[in-house]
């Protein structure tokens, strides 16, 4: 008999929101994890005592009643965590070479004051919101129709999302407004789902810009705080957790439509058997690397070798003696745009090589000491920076360790630093001469930490053929293998959280109200 009724690979927002719903309706649950912090894109890790998040920036809808905010609770992780408002007045901020565009709190605030800056658009911008606002709730809707575009029932439930929710995101933008400010701003946050305008299906930027719409929250203590709460409810439930725990593959057992998952086998060469297994990681590493292609159906290695991965990102962590107040700087994000044209951010990340000086098309900045003022260590304030790009120009050093990258790269790391300072100091001036830690990560930190394909970001990119039925299923066709995470229904954190909870209620076979019913364990508390 095995010493555990579940074993979970990677300990992501995914992993860790089954593992908790399991372990609440008494399941022996133990969670593996490759790295030594746990967390996957949610964990935080120090810098010279400076924290640092890689993955989280905002969370939207955790305001009271807010569907976030129910997910977390009803989990019963509540009672540990704490979260911060972003400025309600521009938790975004759109920030053009001339002027700044604030997004505040509340659908309305953020329509009324697009129509105040671009008066001559005011129909089009009505209409626009309009059809996001039908677009949102049709999603709603939806949601409880397996399988997003699950055919003629969402025609008479939703008809917005079935003959709207496919269309490129830019093209109907473009039928409504003229003015190439106007677009990048209703455009600028596509970064959140990491697809170019151009290609995402307007269901999926509504649902992020939907997401928002309430305004924007930070943990308190950064993304980290997620995952510790998830493990020590984890804990208290009995569960366990094992860093550092490479898993080599998943033991498969039997042929054809008889594989059955019966264990899994570590880098150290120990088996641990259990009759159900949740894969956190990716498309790529649970398919071909953990399950081997030739334990899959024709179909299914067809489906994966086709996959297309998400952008992947240059990482730039720094802490500044600046001082930020001084400079207007505050909790809102910056979506850094040096051109109007969003579309651009996507093709230069599309580039096999990163020659040339100077800017980037754009960037995502973000002053975490002022999203959680708690993490301030000695006046010094800490910033992240984005830019996406592909793993192509990175892929020549991809055989070398971490530790022992060669000088070209390092070198390289050294240009593309310049140029990422040259991008964000419109809005953070004389940064370079304020510097106190700068840290890069490329597409290959990504894989070292967090052990995502090629870097991605996102696992599958949010493409049309990736999305709703063109999504992974939570329920592999090897029986007792479970997938979650951002190759599957949902990305960002709390659309990963909810894959969790869907394989835990697929395997548990309670529905998923029935695994949210913790709430008494605790509130979230809000800090204003």
Request: aromatic share 8%.
């Amino acid at each position: 008999m095995s010493d555990w009724d579940v074993v979970i690979i990677g300990s992501g927002a995914g992993g860790l929101s089954a593992a908790v719903a399991l372990s609440n309706l008494g399941k022996r649950v133990l969670v593996l994890e490759q790295h030594y912090l746990p967390g996957g894109w949610t964990h935080s890790f120090s810098l010279e005592g400076h924290k640092f998040s890689p993955g989280v920036h905002y969370i939207g809808q955790m305001q009271k009643g807010g569907p976030a905010r129910k997910l977390f609770e009803g989990l019963g992780v509540g009672g540990d965590l704490e979260f911060c408002e972003l400025n309600p007045d521009g938790y975004d901020h759109v920030v053009f070479e001339d002027e700044t565009f604030d997004i505040p709190r509340g659908r309305d605030k953020f329509m009324a004051r697009l129509i105040k800056r671009f008066p001559e658009e005011r129909k089009g911008i009505e209409k626009y919101f309009n059809l996001m606002k039908k677009m949102y709730y049709g999603l709603n809707r939806a949601g409880d129709i397996n399988g997003l575009l699950d055919g003629a029932k969402l025609i008479f439930k939703a008809p917005v999302v079935v003959f709207k929710g496919m269309t490129p995101a830019s093209k109907i933008i473009d039928k409504y407004v003229k003015d190439i400010k106007l677009k990048a701003i209703l455009e600028s946050r596509s970064g959140d789902h990491g697809i170019s305008p151009a290609r995402v299906p307007f269901a999926q930027h509504v649902a992020i810009d939907g997401h928002y719409w309430d305004g924007g929250w930070y943990p308190k203590g950064g993304g980290g705080a997620i995952p510790k709460a998830f493990i020590s409810r984890l804990k208290k439930n009995g569960g366990e957790i094992r860093l550092r725990t490479k898993v080599e593959k998943i033991i498969i057992e039997g042929d054809g439509k008889n594989r059955r998952a019966v264990g899994v086998l570590l880098e150290s060469g120990e088996e641990i058997r259990t009759p159900t297994i949740i894969s956190n990681a990716d498309a790529w590493i649970t398919y071909n690397g953990l399950v081997g292609k030739t334990n899959l159906s024709k179909k299914l290695a067809k489906k994966i070798a086709g996959l297309e991965p998400s952008v992947s990102a240059l990482s730039l962590y720094l802490a500044t003696d600046l001082d930020i107040d001084s400079l207007g700087l505050d909790s809102g994000n910056y979506w850094i745009m040096n051109s109007p044209d969003v579309d651009a951010t996507y093709r230069f990340a599309e580039k096999d090589e990163l020659k040339g000086e100077g800017k980037f098309p754009g960037a995502f900045l973000t002053v975490t000491t002022k999203k959680d003022p708690s993490k301030m260590k000695n006046g010094i304030h800490t910033m992240e920076a984005f830019i996406f790009v592909s793993y192509k120009p990175f892929e020549q050093w991809k055989d070398s360790q971490t530790d022992e990258r060669p000088e070209e790269y390092t070198a390289f790391k050294k240009r593309l630093t310049e140029r990422m300072f040259d991008t964000i100091e419109g809005v953070v001036p004389n940064l370079r001469e304020h510097l106190v830690i700068c840290e890069l990560g490329t597409p290959l930190t990504n894989v070292h930490y967090v052990n995502s394909y090629r870097g991605n970001l996102y696992a599958t990119a949010k493409s049309k053929q990736q999305l709703g039925l063109g999504a992974l299923p939570i329920n592999t066709e090897i029986s007792g293998l479970y997938h979650c995470g951002q190759s599957t229904a949902a990305h960002g954190v709390l659309g990963v959280v909810m894959t969790g909870i869907m394989a835990a209620s697929k395997i548990s076979g309670k529905n998923v109200e029935e695994l949210l019913i913790h709430g008494d364990e605790g509130e979230i508390k809000l800090h204003p």
